[in-house]
């Protein structure tokens, strides 16, 4: 039978939040020419936020059931300690825009509002740990060490994003065809950054969260208690 303390199998998800979509005449004088009233939108805004972290500890499950909860088969294998997480954003986008008259052509400002999450993440424990301390202890050690990897790839996540987002989605006076077309480019952009951001920082997650589970980390959670 194949020993090991924990598998990972962190459940990674995207949440969009729907988008806010404010394209309306915001140029402050109606009579102005169209130029003058894009001039006059107010700069476009990025801001980045996030939740802490925090975990629940849940030691209601047994080593068969953390064994399907993480995707392996009890009897095979021995799962003794998982940590789960749901990796998210919610995106909120507005866009102040002014149509010229008769509808030839249209600009307008963006803002951004992105809050990332890891929200909600649970540290199981295997009910069996009860009758021995040690060995619980050490299993808690291991899964203290993924639950640092996700703190540090949120807050590289969300300062790679605050440097960049503005400069991929360009922050200067945007400019289409007319209100609906500039709404359907800019959503895309937005969409498309944070898809293929979210698609980067989750594979990096993952290699960083399987060098935790390395098998020199296994060989000392094993021998922890062997004396």
Do not use: W
Not at 29 to 58: G, K, M, T, W
Not at 170 to 192: I, P
């Amino acid at each position: 039978m194949k020993h090991a303390t924990r598998h990972l199998r962190a459940r990674l998800g995207v949440a969009l939040a729907a988008l806010f979509l404010v394209a309306c005449d915001a140029g402050s004088n109606p009579f102005a020419s169209f130029e003058a009233r894009c001039a006059d939108l107010p700069p476009s805004r990025v801001q980045v936020s996030v939740d802490p972290i925090a975990y629940a500890q849940d030691e209601t499950q047994s080593i068969d059931q953390l064994n399907l909860r993480s995707g392996n088969t009890p009897g095979v294998h021995l799962t003794f300690g998982l940590t789960t997480v749901n990796f998210s954003h919610q995106t909120q986008i507005g866009i102040r825009s002014v149509e010229n008259r008769g509808g030839a052509g249209a600009c307008g400002t963006l803002d951004v509002d992105v809050r990332l999450s890891m929200q909600p993440m649970t540290v199981y424990l295997a009910q069996e740990l009860d009758g021995s301390p040690c060995a619980r202890t050490a299993t808690m050690e291991h899964e203290l060490q993924h639950v640092a990897v996700f703190r540090e790839v949120l807050d590289e996540a969300a300062r790679e994003l605050a440097a960049d987002l503005g400069g991929a989605l360009g922050l200067g006076l945007q400019r289409a065809a007319n209100q609906a077309e500039l709404q359907r480019q800019l959503n895309a952009r937005v969409n498309d950054y944070l898809s293929e951001f979210f698609h980067r920082h989750r594979r990096a997650m993952e290699e960083r969260q399987q060098g935790v589970d390395s098998p020199a980390e296994y060989a000392r959670v094993k021998a922890a208690c062997a004396s």
